[in-house]
């Protein structure tokens, strides 16, 4: 029988360690729970919100509505040939799916060593680091549709991946809850490290033929070195995207700015939000129990008592001292509650 809780705390729920009430939570272990659930009709009528390692989200205020935790669990693998799909449950957590691919020897996932969050998440915000995206090994999900309480499956085209981006922000936004992912990884040994920073630690180590579990080891090391860990200072990764410009846009600013960090990329021109952020002499800059992380300064932190509207309010000043400087406006990358 599911039990549902009424005002929970969302404290331990939240890698930004912000203090906010659910009006009412539930924690999913079996996909089955959730048709169960929602063969109540009263769910359907409020806002649902469902988390997952809760390491992309602000909460501003309390939560009226249901808060859905999901914990299903399972890693299994099948391998054909060069080949191997890996399925994973939504509640694992993504870097213990990442440590048995690698441990398997399995390529393709092992430069996203270290991402906080859940397996059920990453293909919400198709989340990425050095030089690989979630879409690049994503064969398939299946999800649960809360309207028909029926199980469908996605595959990558249905996804409609994009930075940071799927059908799960955008045309489907609050329709689905993912309950596996499918990933097509190889049994050979795939490295990319095209990422200028993996190359400059594989060098410093003296590693010159790298296996995925150097690569592995050694994006696990430049992760903590520039990111705070969420289990001692509260955050959410990089707060801001990298802003995309139009070339001609990009060109004026450059003229101004010749050092820009930038990259080209398909629709334009990628800035690092970090750089822009820094050069408004925000990186480590400390604002009452919030800040920015003074080794990178795209993550803002919550110093230990922050509430969720002081981090905002920073976020905003940010947005705007950037938008100031350089005319570009920073997006969030958080899911703000
Ligand atoms: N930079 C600065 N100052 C800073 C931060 C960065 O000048 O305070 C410059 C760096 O010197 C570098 C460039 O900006 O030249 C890029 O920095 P970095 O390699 O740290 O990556 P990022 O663009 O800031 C993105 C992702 C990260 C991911 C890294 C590595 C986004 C929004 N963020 O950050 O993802 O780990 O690349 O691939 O795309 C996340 O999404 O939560 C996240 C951490």
Known sequence: ?????????LKNFNTF??????????????????????????????QCLVLGGGSNMLFTQNFDGLVIKINIRGIE???????????????????????????????????LSLIPGSVGASPIQNIGAYGVELKDVFESCEAFE??????VSFNNTDCKFGYRESVFKQ?????????????????????????????????KNGITQPSIKDVSKVVSEIRVSKLPDPSTI??????????VIEQQVF????????????????????LAAGWLIEQCDWKGKVVGETGTWKNQALVLVNHGKATGQEVYNLSENIIESVEQKFGVRLEREVNIF
């Open 1 to 9: 029988m599911l039990q549902t809780h009424e005002n929970a705390s």
């Open 17 to 46: 360690g912000i203090e906010a009430y659910a009006r009412y939570f539930v924690e999913i272990n079996h996909k089955e729970e959730l048709q169960e659930l929602f063969t109540d009709a009263k769910w359907h009528k409020i």
């Open 77 to 111: 693998h099948r391998i054909n040939h060069d080949e191997v799909i890996v399925e994973a449950g939504a509640g694992e957590i993504w870097n213990n799916f990442v440590n048995y691919c690698v441990s398997w020897g399995f390529a393709g996932v092992e430069n």
């Open 146 to 151: 809360i309207s028909t309480g029926n199980f």
């Open 171 to 203: 045309d489907k936004k609050g329709q689905y809850i993912v309950c596996n992912v499918k990933f097509k990884l190889s049994t050979k040994e795939h490295i990319n490290i095209s990422y200028g920073a993996i190359t400059a630690e594989l060098e």
């Open 234 to 243: 509260g955050n959410a990764g990089s707060f801001f995207k990298n802003p």
């Open 251 to 270: 060109d004026k600013i450059h003229k101004q700015f010749p050092n820009i960090v930038h990259f080209v990329v398909d629709k334009g021109i990628k």
